[in-house]
């Protein structure tokens, strides 16, 4: 009997696997495409109004938020509301630990990761990231330590807007890709972009 599960057990694992990593060559166009030009975008912006030493609209946790918005879409921790939810939450946990205790890093560093992560559980709004952006707002430069809570509203809230439009324009470029879950919202997002849909489509004809 438990030989059997384990059998059960291993044939479903592997299925999940397979499925998670079966992406076709569009599928990957299409992750690389919006991944390209989301941080591509928050970039251009950094270097066009801010200097190289002053880098604060374009942080690391919007890496990893990308790998998630744009490659695995269809993740419950990629829909829009963990993306805004798990960042706007962390940042503010983050600098709020950084004022009450700025010069203990060896306490603020995982007290500001726990807590983020607990209650980003709490209210439903788990995106990993957040953990990178709760610490950045420790242990990031000078810079982004003097914007206090303003980090919350730039670079994160800004940063995470961007995102998530270009998210929501390129993961809905094809039949196969739906961004997010809710159906009902996916549908309207590809009313809006399907024009630029069909033009893309005339391009690649001629």
Known sequence: ????????????????VYKE??????EQFWSFLGSF????????????YLTELENIFLIGSFGATSVLVYGAIQSPLAQPRNLI??????????????????ELIWLTAPLAVSLSIVVMQYTKTLHPPGGATALIAVIGSEKIKELGYFYVLSPVFSGVLILLIIALIFNNMTSQRKYPTDGRFSRSIRWVVSPAKQQMNKLRRK
């Open 21 to 26: 990593t079966l992406v076709d060559y569009k």
């Open 1 to 16: 009997m438990i030989k059997q599960q384990l059998k059960r057990g291993y044939r479903i694992s592997k299925y999940v």
């Open 85 to 102: 939810g798990g960042h706007l939450i962390s940042a503010v946990i983050g600098v709020t630990v950084y004022k009450l205790l700025p």
């Open 37 to 48: 030009i989301g941080i591509g975008v928050i970039a251009f912006i950094q270097s066009l």
